[in-house]
């Protein structure tokens, strides 16, 4: 089991940009994938991007690409997701996944993933 933390949440307003962390703690191989996802209050929570623990492929949702970017940052052995453009419709409780699978394609469903962190808060203001 790998437990994650996730970091680097806050309010911001419309246009600016935030970057999260998620560091995870247990035995990580270099195959497995971790996840972002969001949730809001009443909806299902959402893909966000993926990437693999060695740091090569990834994925976007339709939503985010070309304004998030997901990648390992080796100095500080985390998954990262940088937020820049940010809109109000990115508001959301944003949690990071691992799933412990080499997988051909990274997986969107979350319930593909094994182990989630407690969540950070992005508030977007307009």
């Known amino acids: 089991q790998v437990q994650l933390v996730e970091s680097g949440g806050g309010l911001v307003q419309a246009g600016a940009s935030l970057r999260l962390s998620c560091a995870p703690s247990?035995?990580?191989?270099?195959?497995?994938?971790v996840g972002w996802f969001r949730q809001t209050p009443g909806k299902e929570r959402e893909f966000v991007a993926a990437?693999?623990?060695?740091?090569?492929?990834?994925k976007y949702a339709d939503s985010v690409k070309g304004r998030f970017t997901i990648f390992r940052n080796n100095a500080k052995s985390t998954i990262d997701l940088q937020m820049n453009s940010l809109k109000p419709t990115d508001t959301a409780v944003y949690y990071c996944?691992?799933?412990?699978?080499?997988?051909?394609?990274?997986?969107?469903?979350?319930?593909?993933?094994?182990?989630w962190g407690q969540g950070t808060q992005v508030t977007v203001s307009s």
């Open positions: 990437i693999t623990w060695r740091g090569g492929r990834t």
């Open positions: 247990g035995e990580m191989y270099s195959a497995y994938t």
């Open positions: 996944a691992v799933d412990a699978r080499e997988r051909v394609q990274l997986p969107t469903p979350e319930v593909e993933y094994d182990d």
